[in-house]
């Protein structure tokens, strides 16, 4: 899809985008107004209806009960029929759980081989052979009771009270750790909680808890220890309540300090990057710009042996026929897959449905159904192999492209993400999605041009260039792939400099 071609003022060549061959929808890129004409692919249209930036215009006659087609891919039916001209939405395209056709691979994809040239990025090595982009100190509540106290622990560290070469004592406060069923739902918060004491960007960690909780902080201190060193835990119970614990921490910390004075970055292999991949606030540009310009920076990731991880699950669901034909081999398909069927029965409990995850905001934007929105997300994964499908805050060790089964609810998906141990986010919004990390920088790409400059404080790289015809995906992927290297050796984030430390650990479970 070339859009150099596209001028940026309005005109009936460059009005409408179609993106394959065989939809019967064209993207509007400006408002159309009736009565105005398009021309798609030679063909003229004449707009029948008012049609916002963003939403879907039909362009080729659809009786009523055929299916729509975006991308080349059924994205629903219609509920009656539809002319050329009128706008398609949510009014007149249903939703529609189809079986889809899947293609497995027959034999093995192999890792690709090295690059002749390496990219390098200034980080911290870990003794595990991991690399940090950042070196913070953790305080982790085991339990809601003590994220209280874990807050103030970090709030009494203020800026200028600690060396360079540590970026902060950052706080991991949460609701759960109590309450819980025993057994899944525990398990996935303690590897959660563990992926966050032994992350890459962290130097060194403290496990703080009430002391009766559920998740006892002794499961992170045994022989079985997330961390080699500079990790230490305490109970409230244990060590004064709240003032005694602040108290103790507080001198803990300052003596990991002392351990930490010596650390500096060093130049690494960017074959160390472990990229997050995550949409929010999406909208009908997101498959056209700035999702498709990060799926180019992944397969560069992947072309080195770093990792670039998609996450959301529920926004893979309408996509996955197109991710298991790209999977290494026949075990990653069936992994990934079981992951999308567990999704399902998760949801049945609660008569819940993979469409209801387009939020207000995404169908304001022009995306009418899980499955027009799902096809534009998997665009985040590039085109290359899947090498490797994981569980939530399961620890990634793959190069390459990798699937992570999390939620599609912004922080909890970023949780996972950080907690395997992404030591970069990217996260792309068309609505303008305000969100980051307590230790991990978050990217923010915006994607549409709009929501750039009304939201400039929150967004680092604008792909709404794409759609205004000044710049191509390419261009923009290798933009954000060399502001990945720069980010990862330092350079600060519009998240982080605003702050954003969102936590929220996924829990599957009832409440006790």
Known sequence: MGLLDIAKLPTAENSAIRLHESDNVAIARVPLSPGSRILVAGIAVDVKDSVPAGHKVCIAAIESGRNVRRYGQVIGRTRTAIEPGQHVHVHNLAFEDHELGLEFPAGEVPYPPAPAVMPAFEGYLREDG??????????????????????????????????????????????????????????????????????????????????????????????KAPRTKRLHGMTLQGSGGTRGTIEAARTRILEFVEEMKAEKRVTVPASHLRLGLNCGGSDSFSGISANPALGVCSDMLAAIGASAVLAETTECFGAEHLLVKRARNREVAERFLGFIEGYK???????????????????EGGLSNILEKSLGASAKAGTSPMMAAVDYAERIDSPGFVFMNTPGYDPVSLTGLAAGGCNLIAFTTGRGSAIGFPNVPVIKIATNSHTYRRMQDNMDVNAGRIIDGEATVEQVGREIFDLCLRVASGEKTCAERLGHQEFVPWRIGPVL
């Not at 029965?345 to 169908?363: A, E, I, V």
């Open 130 to 223: 991991r690399a940090g982009t950042r070196n913070y100190i953790a305080v982790v509540a085991a339990s809601n009771c003590a994220a209280h106290t874990v807050d103030l622990i970090a709030e009494s560290f203020g800026k200028g009270s600690l060396p360079e070469n540590v970026d902060g004592v950052v706080a991991f406060p949460h609701g759960e750790g109590c309450g819980h069923s025993i057994g899944p739902d525990t398990e996935q918060l303690r590897r959660t909680l563990a992926g966050v004491l032994n992350h890459p960007n962290v130097g060194a960690a403290l496990i703080i808890g009430l002391g009766c909780e559920v998740n006892q902080i002794d499961h992170y201190l045994g022989p």
């Open 345 to 363: 029965k998760y949801l049945r409990q609660f008569g819940g449905s993979f469409d209801d995850n387009p939020s207000p905001g995404n169908k």
